[in-house]
């Protein structure tokens, strides 16, 4: 018999179904037009069609996502083949527990199985630590996206 008061583990899996990507799309408009008040027009893009994009679940429930497109060229003064990572949401009540971790090395892990050289993400300026924490190196000034602060930032592999 198991623990209520163990947490469930998580599992992250590729997006395979339409239905799953539509869970997908459900926490980032929690995590992104309704938090943080991104524009739905800005938040969805061209780009979902062609993203691989991941789930994370916990008992059953679908609490996190992230994507990675193949970038058309390398961010500038690299070279090679390179990702970018992006539209990273976990729900509020999951957050703290490593399910941004995990979405993160998922998507690093599909990154190095397509031969990447690196990815590039747009940090947010709260998520930095947790990002140079992961590896990741902040270039360039702060811009604004979608009316936040973001930050460039980088990984080689």
């Not at 090679?80 to 990273?88: E, F, T």
């Not at 993160?104 to 993400?121: F, K, Q, S, W, Y």
């Not at 992961?134 to 460039?152: C, N, R, S, W």
Request: aromatic share 8%.
């Amino acid at each position: 018999m198991s623990n209520p008061d163990t947490p469930q583990p998580v599992i992250i899996s590729q997006i395979k179904t339409e239905a799953e990507l539509f869970q997908s799309l459900a926490i980032r408009e929690v995590v992104f037009i309704e938090e943080q008040h991104v524009p739905e027009g800005i938040e969805r893009d061209a780009d979902d069609a062609m993203a691989y994009h991941v789930l994370a679940f916990q008992g059953g429930h679908a609490i996190g996502t992230g994507r990675m497109v193949m970038t058309s060229e390398p961010p500038p003064g690299e070279t090679g083949r390179w990702g970018k990572i992006g539209r990273m949401a976990v729900l509020q009540s999951h957050r703290k527990a490593r399910v941004g971790s995990r979405l993160l090395e998922a998507l690093e892990a599909e990154a190095r199985e397509r031969r990447c050289d690196g990815v590039v993400l747009h940090s947010q300026l709260y998520a930095l630590e947790f990002y140079k924490k992961q590896g990741y190196t902040p270039v360039g000034e702060v811009f604004d996206e979608a009316g936040i602060d973001h930050l460039e930032m980088r990984k080689r592999f």
